[in-house]
């Protein structure tokens, strides 16, 4: 049965010629990963080799686990003839593997393995073993064909000609950690927007913004102190912000680029400041103002001038009908932005302070299956509430004698700036996304996005 790979899985191949040294850097590698926890496979031994570009007279298989060797392949006129004690041994071996393995190496995969014989017949019960690390050494004629059967790429591929292939492994397999951690908080992350945030937003609650960017400034501090390197915190908020885009409810651009941008501020902040209680107060409180700045820096890429021009229109007919003096457009921003980068700088900050109490519970909740908030949407609504302001300006500058053709011109700009941001969001596509990262070799991101939306599935279920 064909199976595609797990998406926890960070899948690695090592590729070169025969007699590139795939094996014995895959050796050394298994030797060496010892110390990062449970290692399991097995590696492929060349006998003698009339020629060094010519498959060796037979082959045996380390097994990593016991150290046991066993006869693989021997060469003869014609072809190999296979060991078939050692095929046996190798499914009694791969039926019983350990869940959540560390590192799995298998070596080697080729030819027959591309046309689904050799050691293909191992493969689901190595998708069943769910390795965090699975290093393959691959032919490199076949790399090809061994992405086709197995269904998607390598996480990144590795050249045995380097000359560096164990210290590059060894690089990975220490850097693993950081990008499960940001999967894993990115995909609680998405969780808190398509439930508690899904609801704020569809009661219209009055300070979603100011209580969304709290909760995602403590995720976010106690995501980061957990991570070897800490700037990696930003794709937390990326990959929430992206699977805010396939909520079943609820609005959907404010909130992805709100989850977006504070992550941005949040980790500029901390880069600079440093990982401390001012780089995270700061980090906070820069969320927090952005969560109550956005709607009137997204309405005004609409309406331009016209968004002050008319609210002005509005503070002077106030005044002329009553004692009250309401402030400038500009002001009222500033002062919600305060109160707001206030509150969620103290939320952080104290989330710092307390991390080493926070960090087991919040992990706990992230790792809780929470599905997305189902609720009736229409999405004719959702695009009439942004539309909103716009009707509104549009009346109050008719009303002061603007001209209609100008007011044309103005609602027509809002139109193109609003559905711009939805044709960006429909053609989100995160298979589409982590085949590009692989391809431009960011397997760190293409995994933590790949094990988020795995979560994600499994929130769904």
Known sequence: MRSSILTAVLLLAVTGPIGSGKSSGLASFAGAAAQLGLVDGFVALAGERDEPDRGAADYALHMLADGRLLPLATRQPIGYTIDTATVQELSAWVANLRPGI?????????????????????????LAAKPKLLVIGVKQSALVQIEGRMGRRFDHILSAQDGNVVDALLDIAAQRPDWERVGKFGAGAGALEMTVGAALHTVKFPLTGMAMSSAQAAVLTVAGDGLLHRTRVVWVSFIASGLKALSPSGKRVGPMVAIAMQGLLFTLSTALAGWNAVGVFVGGALMGAW???????????????????????????????????????????????????????????????????????????????????????????????????????????????????????????????????????????????????????????????????????????
Do not use: C
């Not at 969560?291 to 021009?309: D, H, N, P, R, T």
């Open 102 to 126: 560390d590192v799995l190496i298998l070596d080697e995969f080729g030819r027959w393995e591309a046309e689904g014989q050799g050691h293909w017949h191992l493969w689901d019960f190595v």
């Open 291 to 461: 969560a109550s700045s956005q709607g009137f820096i997204v309405q005004y890429l609409m309406l331009g001038g016209a968004l002050e021009k008319a609210y002005d229109q509005v503070v002077k007919w106030v005044a002329a009908r009553t004692d009250l003096h309401l402030p400038a457009l500009l002001a009222l921003v500033a002062i919600a932005a305060a109160l707001n980068a206030t509150l969620a700088g103290f939320v952080a900050l104290t989330f710092w302070r307390r991390r080493a109490k926070w960090r087991d519970r919040l992990e706990d909740w992230m790792a809780k299956p929470r599905a997305p908030l189902e609720m009736r949407r229409r999405k004719g609504l959702l695009m009439f509430s942004l539309f909103v302001p716009t009707a509104l300006v549009g009346g109050i500058l008719l009303s002061t004698g603007t001209k209609w053709a100008d007011v044309a011109v103005l609602t027509g700009r809002a139109v193109g700036v609003a559905f711009l941001l939805f044709a960006v969001i429909q053609r989100w596509n995160p298979s589409k996304l982590i085949g590009y990262l692989r391809r431009k070799g960011k397997w760190g991101p293409a995994y933590a996005l790949a094990a988020a939306l795995e979560a994600k599935q499994e929130r769904s279920s």
